[in-house]
Nanobody, 125 residues
Framework: QVQLTESGGGMVQAGGSLRLSCAAS????????LAWFRQVPGKEREFVAV???????IYGDSAKGRFTISRDNAKNMVYLQMNNLKPEDTGVYYC???????????????????WGQGTHITVSS
C-alpha cells in the first residue's frame, strides 16, 4: 500500500538542470528498491536509474555521467538530479518501488509493483 507522487518536472533549455522528487505515503520504504523510468510516445518505458535499500545504484546509458539518484528514508523520498539535460531527455518520468526484486531484474519496469503518475520533462534546443 505504497503511493508515489512525483514532482519537479517542467520545461528547460538544453544544458540546464532539474531535480525530480518522489514522495511516498501509506508505508515506509526503508527496505524498498526505488527506481526512475521514463517514457515517450511509441516507446516502452526506459530504465533511468535505481537505488536499492543499501544505497547501491545502477544507471541506464541515458543517465550515465549526468543524473544522480538518491534517497532519504527518514522523509520517504527519492530524488533524481538531472544535469546537462538534452532534448532526447524529454518525456514523462515515473518513480517506482518494489519490496522484492532480484538484482538481475532491476532494469525491468515489469518487475516493479508500485508507480507514481509521472511528471513531464521537456528539454528544448
Amino acid at each position: 500500500q505504497v503511493q508515489l507522487t512525483e514532482s519537479g518536472g517542467g520545461m528547460v533549455q538544453a544544458g540546464g538542470s532539474l531535480r525530480l522528487s518522489c514522495a511516498a505515503s501509506g508505508d515506509t520504504f526503508s527496505r524498498y528498491t526505488l527506481a526512475w523510468f521514463r517514457q515517450v510516445p511509441g516507446k516502452e518505458r526506459e530504465f533511468v536509474a535505481v537505488i536499492r535499500y543499501n544505497r547501491n545504484t545502477i544507471y541506464g546509458d541515458s543517465a550515465k555521467g549526468r543524473f544522480t539518484i538518491s534517497r532519504d528514508n527518514a522523509k520517504n523520498m527519492v530524488y533524481l538530479q538531472m544535469n546537462n539535460l538534452k532534448p532526447e531527455d524529454t518525456g514523462v518520468y515515473y518513480c517506482s518501488a518494489d519490496s522484492r526484486i532480484i538484482q538481475s531484474s532491476l532494469r525491468m519496469s515489469s518487475q516493479y509493483d508500485f508507480w507514481g503518475q509521472g511528471t513531464h520533462i521537456t528539454v528544448s534546443s
